[in-house]
């Protein structure tokens, strides 16, 4: 059973740092992808940043991230990270990782991803 449990969220003021890491068990990193998610109140999902394995390694942010925010892994930890730098008001949301084992899920929103962690809060108050 694959099981993903974020950690890191907290509360911090606008142009601070926090990183997220997500704890992965249950299966080896192999050909998929993984991501960051966030879901602010009243608001739909949105992806932040994609870890894809598919032929190589390459990466996907969301435009409104991009330049302050970096994903990467830690294979030695089986960890999936997430720097967050420059943070802002419209960051806060409930962070989610999630697993897609075949990378045919959507970046943007999360759909098709197969697994998911419960969330961490991430609050930036300005």
């Known amino acids: 059973q694959v099981e993903l449990v974020e950690s890191g969220g907290g509360s911090v003021q606008a142009g601070g740092s926090l990183r997220l890491s997500c704890a992965a068990s249950?299966?080896?990193?192999?050909?998929?992808?993984m991501g960051w998610f966030r879901e602010a109140p009243g608001k739909e999902r949105e992806g932040v940043a994609v870890?894809?394995?598919?032929?190589?390694?390459?990466?996907w942010y969301a435009d409104s991230v991009k330049g302050r925010f970096t994903i990467s892994q830690d294979s030695a930890k089986n960890t999936l990270d997430l720097q967050m730098n420059v943070l802002k008001p419209e960051d806060t949301a409930l962070y989610y990782c999630?697993?897609?084992?075949?990378?045919?899920?959507?970046?943007?929103?999360?759909?098709?991803?197969?697994?998911w962690g419960r969330g961490t809060q991430v609050t930036v108050s300005s």
């Open positions: 870890l894809i394995h598919r032929g190589g390694l390459s990466t």
């Open positions: 999630a697993a897609d084992l075949d990378c045919r899920g959507t970046w943007s929103t999360g759909a098709d991803f197969d697994y």
């Open positions: 249950g299966y080896r990193y192999r050909n998929y992808c």
